[in-house]
């Protein structure tokens, strides 16, 4: 501890070292924490750190963030996906709260600078987030002296890789001063991804719990170290290792391919993992059980609620916010004894488990249309969960084999091998149309092609594949932002359209703007299924995928409802991405037309947390195309699409946006006081608490809250503790009172 003390008070000082050892709870630095203030990340110097999960990295990323908090300035925390910000977020308050520091998360809204940033003093976003608030200009972010950048690798991956190299590149060429930490447990080329950002490479291999990985056979696993484990055979491969894991005090962590295969596997180990339960742990699951099933009442919450009382749980995009938060919580508090993810967990929240089993090396691919093998960092990042601090000494990573071939295989190939390289994905011409755009319509440096060029030569798409394979790429795609009206050339200089420059400012693909200005021009009428379609052929909408027993029915649509849709293409792969698009079209459609969420969980073969992803994202994009229409000159597309946003935002027909717009009251409950004859806000004025305490769904306490907005009579904290309180589970609250 004495030590310790000496080495933050050097930093802090005695009294704020004090502070934060009491807040920390810990009595020595890791070798990871130590390599890092070796290294000067405490002196201002930028490194880029690769240590393996659970060594310590966020607390290096703590103390960096105190150092610049105490002379005055601020720090930018990076994460790639909005659980794991959220993760950082309450670990970021824990600490810095008691120290008198303001930390604030920002994962949502791409078309706003959000000012109200700047009162804080650790900022938490999303990459994209980030992203968004620079081509903003948001005022606060000069302030800005600290970035951190954690899951740096994220910079290989396909679709969201180029974001967040853009992104550090602009924050280098525009804040110079500013020091950079990168974060990551894989980096396999980590000279390199640190010579680019200007940075010293750090790489550490202690782990505060030993790692064992090897591949499971025919009753034993045999270990990269040499060592072989004997498991009893009993009920199959995976049920004998879950098993195995819990007989010795341990929880397991199982990746399956497919949210199929999560569900099917975790039903397969439910029946042993029931053994293990004690009474208050068997009361424990039966209450979150019911609370999962309050939230919601569609047959995946069903079956998820019946396996966690059996202490597992499936793990997977597909459950609702609520689901996801119940199910870590009671894994981290050691109540679930098992659960089944599919791979996106990996790269998400931390669940560290004594076993982590990996039951397949290969994924579908629903683009392509085929299994492919996963990467090694991908498989890395899964084993790196085994081994939890404080409650095991050791962790094992099994990968299983079917054959005794395949060991040899998975030995080699999989725990043997290092990670992959990370290389850019920069030259994506998808990303590039964003990021040119961006960068001429928001950047006052660049005024023409040379100063364009000159910020992309700084990438490390430039770095690993050549300047000129750099320019090339630029140019082509200034070509075509030029061609479709986005930017526009006078001599040498090059500038964004007002469209253009609203198209960067929103945040989207410029082929989903161009794609939307093209349909403007050739309908002035069009349904409300015309304009669906639109946003799920959009490159940044998502689609859901068609089964066999899909096709009859949305052929048979086509043949009644055609006239509103585009002809459908005549080459095969083209007509099923055709047939995607309006089964995502059609459930948009159910949703706004107010269908209760557990049918279209069953129509579409869906789960909760893919309905939320879908409409949030489908009311993004309704709201900058209907942004787009205005400034292109296109006023009834504009009217209509914001409309349309509102609707999908909400999930509800027209009539009752004027009603959800009161918080607390969504689809359900707007409803119901419509079906009661309070339709509008003015119907609410005037009638009394009584009135409304006795329209289903409402009761005394939201009557309350109701009248108080609408009379701005209430403090605002005391209402909102009100809504809350009469709304329970946020958004989910709608399914206490089905139709």
Known sequence: MTEVLDVLSKYFGEEVARKLLDVLKIEKLYPTQEAAIKSGV??????????????????????AALRHLVSGGKALYLAPLRALAAEKYQEFREVFSPLGYKVALSTGDYDSSDPELGKY????????????????????????????????????????????????????????????????????????????????????????????????????????????????????????????????????????????????????????????????EHRLLAAAAARILQSHSDKVSEELANLVKSGVAFHHAGLSSTSRSIVEQLFRERVLKV???????????????KRVVITDYRRYNVELGYHERISVMEYKQMAGRAGRPKYDLEGEAVLIARTAREVEFLMKEYVAASPERIFSQLGSEQVLRSQVLSLVATEDSIKDEKSLKSV???????????????EAAVEKVTRWLLSTGFLERTGARIRATAVGKRVAELYIDPMTAHMGLEFFKSKKRCSTLSYLFLLASTPDMTTVSVRKEDIDKLEELLQ??????????????????????????????????????????????????????????????????????????????????????????????????????????GRVRARSLFNHGFKSLYDLVTASERDLARVPGIGPSLARAIKAQLQGGAEAGEEREVLEEASGQSQLDEYLYPH
């Open 42 to 63: 405490l002196d201002g110097e930028s490194i880029v750190l690769a240590a393996p999960t659970a060594s310590g990295k966020t607390l290096i990323a703590v103390l």
């Open 339 to 353: 659960v089944v993810a599919t791979p996106t967990l990996s790269a998400g929240v931390n669940l560290p488990a």
């Open 121 to 280: 003093d650790v900022i938490i976003t999303t990459n994209e987030k980030a992203d968004s608030l620079l081509r903003h200009k948001a005022p606060w972010f000069s302030s800005i002296s600290l970035v951190v950048a954690d899951e740096i690798h994220v910079v290989g991956l396909e679709k969201r890789g180029a974001v967040l190299e853009m992104l550090l590149t602009r924050i280098r060429s525009s804040f110079p001063n500013v020091q950079l930490l990168g974060l990551s447990a894989t980096v396999r080329n980590l000279e390199e991804i640190a010579s680019w950002l200007g940075a010293k490479p750090v790489r550490v291999d202690w782990r505060p719990v030993k790692l064992r990985e090897g591949v499971y056979y025919d009753g034993a696993i045999y270990f990269h170290d040499g060592g072989v484990k004997e498991v009893e055979p009993r009920e199959g491969a995976l049920v004998d290792l879950v098993l195995d894991t819990l007989e010795e005090g341990g929880q397991a962590l199982v990746f399956s391919p497919t949210r199929r295969a999560a569900v099917s596997d975790a039903r397969r180990v439910s029946a042993a993992a029931r053994k293990f339960l004690s009474e208050r």
């Open 456 to 470: 992309f030569s700084r990438t490390l798409f430039s770095a690993q594949f050549s300047p000129l394979a750099a």
């Open 560 to 665: 009644s409802r055609g006239e509103e849709l585009p002809s459908p293409p005549e080459d095969e792969v083209e007509y099923e991405w055709y047939l995607s698009r309006l089964k995502t079209a059609l459930l948009l459609e159910d949703w706004i037309n107010e269908v209760r969420e557990d049918v279209i969980v069953e129509r579409y073969d869906v789960g909760p947390g893919d309905i939320y992803s879908l409409t949030q994202t489908a009311e993004w994009v309704a709201y900058s195309l209907s942004q787009v229409a205005e400034v292109a000159g296109f006023p009834e597309h504009s009217a209509n699409l914001s409309i349309l946003s509102k609707r999908i935002k909400h999930g509800v027909r027209e009539e009752l946006l004027e009603l959800v717009s009161l918080r607390g009251i």
